[in-house]
């Protein structure tokens, strides 16, 4: 199965790191939005994509790399890093879920963890979050991975 998964980690590298720890169980290649091909994503099995949260949302760069795609069919799932808990109400990945079922997608599911933040008022404490990722964020993101993989429905 050919998986890409592209991932914006702009800040302090953790969307990065749960990116490389779901791409060790996927074989997946890790890329930038920049480095992104959009025919190469088309012919995927499954893409997935990723940033960190910015002002709730997920980094408009990802938004770009989908629109950009020509025609997209697949499977693709969603991830993020955040320092504040994702609302139930207002999932921060909704708007890039409904863009990706928009555009031909079969969204399999969405992963997030809490992440180290420095965003403002964070920054004036040295940041919240500080040992996030760690070692059982890493692992549920790996087994989220799992689940794609071997085509059960992951857990929310």
Not at 67 to 86: D, H, I, K, N, Y
Not at 105 to 111: K, L, M, P
Request: glycine share 10%.
């Amino acid at each position: 199965m050919k998986t890409v998964i592209v991932c914006a980690s702009v800040s302090h590298g953790n969307t990065r790191r749960v990116a490389d720890s779901m791409a060790h169980v996927l074989g997946a290649e890790v890329v930038s939005p920049e480095q992104a091909d959009p025919v190469e994503l088309a012919g995927a099995d499954l893409v997935g994509f990723g940033s960190g949260v910015f002002y709730g949302r997920l980094h408009p760069q990802l938004t770009d790399v989908v629109r950009a795609l020509p025609t997209p069919r697949g499977r693709a799932f969603v991830f993020a890093t955040s320092g504040l808990p994702e609302l139930p109400l207002a999932p921060f990945t909704r708007p890039l879920v409904r863009l990706l079922e928009g555009r031909g997608f079969e969204v399999d599911g969405c992963f997030s963890c809490r992440a180290f933040d420095t965003w403002a008022p964070f920054k004036l404490v040295g940041g919240t979050n500080r040992q996030r990722p760690n070692a059982a964020d890493l692992a549920a993101a790996r087994a989220f991975a799992g689940r794609l993989r071997d085509g059960r429905q992951p857990l929310a």
